[in-house]
C-alpha cells in the first residue's frame, strides 16, 4: 500500500526538480541555443517558402538541391568535428591547445568534404542543378565556410 503523504510530496518532488533543471538550463546557455535554432528553423522554412514561391519550383530547384547537401554534409560530418572540439577542450579542462595537434586532422576533413562536395555536385549537376556547373563551386565553398565555422563554434563552446 502506497503512503497518502508519499503521493502528495510526488508531485512537489517533481516541480522542485524540474525548477532545477530549468535553472540550469538557462544558466548554461541551452535556452539560447533552443531559440537560435528555432529562429534559424523558422528562418530557413521562410527562405525556402520565399523562394520556391518567388522563382518557381524549376529555377528553385538548384538552390534546393544545395540546401539539402547543406544539411545531410552539416548533420554527418561538420557537427561531429565541432562535437570533437568542445569534447577534447572539456577533458582538457578548458584549455584549446590540445587542439593544435587535431587541427590539420580536422582541417584535412573539412578540406576534403569540400572537394568532395563540389565533385558530387559537379558530377550531378545535369540533373540537379539544371546543368549549372558553377553551382557545384558554390557547394564547395560553402562547406569550406561553413567548416570553418563549426571550428570556430567547437572552440568558443568551451565557454558554454
Known amino acids: 500500500m502506497v503512503n497518502p503523504s508519499a503521493r502528495r ?4 518532488d ?3 526538480r524540474a525548477t532545477v533543471v530549468v535553472r540550469s538550463t538557462r544558466d548554461d546557455g ?12 523558422f528562418a530557413a522554412y521562410g527562405f525556402q517558402f ?3 514561391r518567388g522563382l518557381g519550383a524549376e529555377a528553385f530547384a538548384p538552390i534546393a538541391t544545395l540546401w539539402t547537401v547543406q ?6 560530418v561538420l557537427l561531429a ?9 572539456a577533458a582538457a579542462g578548458g584549455d584549446t591547445v ?11 576533413i573539412v578540406i ?18 539544371l546543368g549549372l556547373w558553377d553551382l557545384a563551386l558554390v557547394g564547395g565553398a560553402w562547406a569550406i565556410t561553413t567548416g570553418a565555422l563549426v571550428m570556430v563554434r567547437g572552440i568558443a563552446g568551451r565557454d558554454g
Do not use: H, K, M
Open 81 to 89: 568535428v565541432e562535437q570533437f572540439e568542445v569534447r577534447a577542450i
Open 98 to 108: 590540445v587542439l593544435r595537434r587535431a587541427w590539420p586532422v580536422l582541417w584535412t
Open 50 to 52: 520565399v523562394g520556391g
Open 112 to 129: 576534403l568534404v569540400s572537394l568532395a562536395v563540389t565533385v558530387t555536385l559537379g558530377a550531378i549537376a545535369d540533373r540537379a542543378l
Open 71 to 76: 544539411y545531410i554534409v552539416t548533420a554527418i
Open 30 to 41: 541551452t535556452t539560447w541555443l533552443v531559440l537560435g535554432s528555432l529562429v534559424a528553423g
Open 9 to 12: 510530496d510526488a508531485p512537489r
Open 14 to 16: 517533481q516541480l522542485r
